[in-house]
Every structure is written in structure tokens, then in C-alpha cells.
């Protein structure tokens, strides 16, 4: 067993320094009305005791946490299982660190998580939230804002203009997906592509939602291309692409191109096309969404994908809560997509 060391007190910093005990809770907690100079001994006290602040007793004076709960709509076999989702939560961790904020995830296994989820967010444990990956039944969103704590979204939400609420002016943080399915489909067409199918993500997405749309639009464009056959729904999964490449060459075994909702399940519609002996690209040319670049170099064939930021979106979302709330309210942010060429398409 060892004994515990005591901590150094606010009481022993104000000694150090030679200044009031207030005159140290003012520095430490980042008040005002300090002279410079009585700053800086309170500074120099702190480092040389290692004095550290009770975050409970600071958040009192502060009212602030210095957390913030990330919150995604997701069973934790997904989360800890797709690269997004690391990818995504980098780029939100690196920001709160940045900023000295701690970073608490919160996961929802199933609908009983909810309430659990809502109640932790409305005691007061975190400065803010950030809330990705829902569905458009998800009853999340509501459960968030009944907490009251400030939020930021990660992609477009579903609750649409007319939403009672007044939802619309939801902060959120999107890429491109309409303009990033068009400009894979294009691609595709442009290689003399006719039979061009699109498996879709889970359309109770936004993002799955939007690609279909960026699908159709190319599709139309076509003369005698557009074809409602050609369309297969999956999750977003290796498996889903796995079912939904199945059905569609049973359906169309005649498809030249496959778009896919995102890069895993680009990954399941490979696998199939290789089982059954079709020869990528030669045969049928795969794009993917989203550039997850262990996922899309180590494909075979290297996988043509459209390239979101997916770090760079979490960074994002982080900035803007740390930034606070703004008499107007704040745009939405839209990355653009680009085109990675590899060797599928």
C-alpha cells in the first residue's frame, strides 16, 4: 500500500506567491483585475508547487467543464469496427486538446441508451455536445435539445425546414455528398459506362440520401441509363455491400459499374465481383466515397473513391462549439469532395 500525497492547496500557491488566496482564484480560473506582474508570481508558485485545480470547485467559479460529450448514434461493434469513426474522432480530439478540453464519448447500443444519454447531457457534466451519425427516426436530436446544452452536428440533419422545433438552424458540419456522387458517376459514364449501378448507404441517412440523389441526377442525363433495377440499398457495411452486389447481379447481371455508397462497402461489392469472376475494371469499374485510405489502398484493385476530410470535418465541429454561441445563427459547413484515380475505375 502506499499513502496519499497531498495536493497542493490554493492556500499554498497564495503563500508562495505572496498574494491573497482571491488573487489566485482570479489567475488560475482566467478572471480579470490582476496586475501583470502579481500574475506572473502566481503563475511561477503554481509551476513550482505542481499545483493543480480541483475542476469540480473550479467549474463553480467558471461554470464551464472543460468537456465536451461526443455523441454518436451508433452500437459501439460499429463504431470501434469503422475507420470513419476513428478517423472522425481524431480530428475532434485533436482540437479539444488544442484547447485543454477533455473529450467524452458516449455511445447509444440501442433506444434504452436515449434516455440514459439525455440525462447525463441535461446534469451539467459537459460544456457542449457533438452528435454524429444519426438516423432520421432517431429521437437523439429532441432528447439533446430538451438537455439545453449547446450542440454541433456532424452531416446534414434530416428534421428538415418545418420542423416545429425550429430545428432548421441546427449548426452542422457536412461534405459535398450530392456534387461528390455526381462527379463518381460522371467518371464513370465518361469511360462509356452505360450499365452503372449504385449501391446506396442506409437511407435513413442524410448522407446515403444525398448520394442516391447524386446518382440520379448524373443517371438522368443519360439517354435510356436511368434505371430503377440498378439501385440496391445497404448499411454502410463490408456485409451490406456483400448482399447488395449479389442482388443486383442477379437482377442486372449485365452491370458495366458499380458506385457505392461509401469505401466498405465498396470492399463487400468487390469481394462478390472476384467470386464470380468479373474482372475489375475491366469488366465492372468500382468507385467508393470517402478516401479511407486503409481501406481504399489496400483493396484489390486500389480503390477509385471520392475523397472527403473526414479528420478535418471533426475538427471542425469541435471548433465551432469551442467558439460559443453567435447572435446569428452560425452556417452550416460544407467540404468539398474530390476524385481520387486508383486502379478500380
Known sequence: MTEAVSRPTLEA???RAGVSRATVSRVVNGGDGVRESLAERVRQAVAELGYVPNQAARSLVTKRHDAVAVVIAEPETRVFTDPFFALQLRGISKELTA????????LTEGRDDHA???????????????VFSLHLDD?????????GVPTVFGGRPGWGDSSPEGIADAVYVDCDNRGGARTAVRHLVGLGRRR?????????????VDRLDGYRDVMREVPGASDPRLVEEGDFTPAGGERAMRALLER????????????LTALGALRVLRERGRRVPEDVAV???DDMVPVAEQTDPPLTTVRQDIEEMGRLMARLLLAGPTREPAPAVILPTHLIHRSSA
Open 99 to 106: 484547447h485543454d478540453n477533455q473529450l467524452v464519448l458516449l
Open 139 to 147: 429521437p437523439l436530436s429532441g432528447l439533446i435539445r430538451a438537455a
Open 287 to 289: 468507385i467508393g466515397f
Open 116 to 130: 440514459r444519454v439525455a440525462r447525463y447531457l441535461a446534469g451539467g457534466h459537459v460544456d457542449g455536445a457533438l
Open 252 to 263: 442486372c447481371p449485365d452491370v458495366d459499374a458499380v458506385f457505392a455508397a461509401n469505401d
Open 13 to 15: 500557491v497564495a503563500a
Open 196 to 208: 452503372v449501378a449504385h449501391i446506396t448507404g442506409a437511407l435513413d441517412q442524410t448522407s446515403a
